[in-house]
């Protein structure tokens, strides 16, 4: 109980740290923010999910008697909470189908709640900005313009107003909620990767590594989905949040897209290259990362993988 309890403060400790580190608002701080869940996922993963609760008691604690309330409840909302639960998920395990069997959480269902979480996440900050569709976008053109004006140098023409600024804000305070989803669920995933891959080094990870390629999210996801966007089309705030959840839908959905095309070019020459071409598209333009999202989509719809399996036939055995 005393090593739970220490592997908890060392690694709230650390989220901490590495949270606080967006106030001093430079791009290293920021990308060491966005790794501020991954101690407390290593040490639910590695100990368990005691010592993430630990963690994260202990690093809210630290930040709100330093810094206040609004890093207490930023912390507990955005960081501490989800990564207790996608830690404590990844855990859970069930006998199979024999005795010596288990069956442990799947991977596609993490998914699937890293892309929940990254709608709650967001649901909890847009009443921050305001409590209806016009006040939240205010609020959000607000901030944009006065970020612009940050940015101008003095003794030049006022840039949010000039039309082509407005228009850039405009589509800003359109895209910036379901860009913000898309972003949390991204990073619950690679945040839950990264503590996989160091527990599993350093051997304290008791469910096996699982086939990352085979991944595939429940049924429900897809009728989740339709109704999401179905529900983006409402009035208000209501079609605002639907458009959020189609949004974290369509990244998870993005991740199965990838996981397909792992699978189905293992048995082509260049593999490397056709994937790194793939991750690379994504990265520069964006854009491409729907045609992973329709992939994966398709896959759940025509069981691409297992087609393709059939077809190939059971692998050669060495002689």
């Given at each position: 109980m005393m090593q739970i309890v220490l592997v908890g403060l060392g690694a709230g400790a650390a989220a901490a740290l590495l949270f606080a580190s967006v106030?001093?608002?430079?791009?290293?701080?920021?990308?060491?923010?966005?790794?501020a869940p991954l101690?407390?996922?290593?040490?639910?993963?590695?100990?368990?999910?005691?010592?993430?609760?630990?963690?994260?008691?202990?690093?809210a604690g630290g930040l709100a008697a330093i810094l206040?309330?609004?890093?207490?409840?930023?912390?507990?909302?955005?960081?501490?909470a989800p990564a207790w639960w996608l830690g404590y998920l990844a855990l859970l395990a069930r006998p199979g189908g024999t005795p010596a069997a288990i069956e442990w959480y799947p991977i596609g269902r993490l998914v699937l709640w890293a892309a929940v979480i990254g709608t709650m996440v967001v649901a909890v900050?847009?009443?921050?900005?305001?409590?209806?569709?016009?006040?939240?976008?205010?609020?959000?053109?607000?901030?944009?313009?006065?970020?612009?004006?940050l940015q101008t140098a003095p003794g030049a023409p006022t840039a949010p107003d000039r039309p082509e600024a407005q228009r850039v804000i405009d589509i800003l305070v359109l895209a910036i909620p379901p860009a913000a989803a898309v972003l949390t669920t991204l990073?619950?995933?690679?945040?839950?990767?990264?503590?996989?891959?160091?527990?599993?080094?350093?051997?304290?990870?008791?469910?096996?590594?699982?086939?990352?390629?085979?991944?595939?999210?429940?049924?429900?996801?897809?009728?989740?989905?339709?109704?999401?966007?179905?529900?983006?089309?409402?009035?208000d705030l209501a079609g605002i949040l639907a458009g959020v959840l189609a949004a974290s839908l369509f990244m998870a959905y993005a991740l199965v897209g990838f996981a397909v095309l792992h699978a189905i070019t293992r048995s082509i020459?260049?593999?490397?290259?056709?994937l790194g071409s793939a991750y690379a598209a994504v990265v520069m333009f964006g854009w491409p990362i729907l045609g992973m999202s329709l992939l994966g989509l398709?896959?759940?719809?025509?069981?691409?993988?297992?087609?393709?399996?059939?077809?190939?036939?059971?692998?050669?055995?060495?002689?």
């Open positions: 106030a001093s608002g430079s791009i290293i701080a920021t990308l060491l923010f966005y790794l101690p407390i996922l290593i040490a639910a993963l590695g100990w368990s999910h005691r010592a993430a609760v630990v963690a994260v008691l202990s690093a206040g309330t609004y890093f207490f409840i930023a912390f507990l909302v955005g960081v501490g900050v847009i009443p921050t900005f305001g409590t209806d569709k016009e006040s939240f976008q205010a609020a959000l053109r607000s901030a944009f313009e006065r970020a612009v004006r990073l619950n995933v690679i945040n839950l990767w990264l503590a996989g891959r160091i527990v599993k080094v350093s051997g304290r990870l008791r469910r096996p590594w699982p086939d990352l390629s085979t991944l595939a999210l429940p049924p429900l996801a897809s009728g989740l989905l339709a109704a999401a966007i179905a529900g983006s089309f409402l009035p020459g260049n593999r490397g290259l056709a398709a896959d759940g719809a025509f069981d691409i993988r297992a087609r393709l399996a059939r077809k190939r036939g059971p692998p050669t055995l060495p002689t």
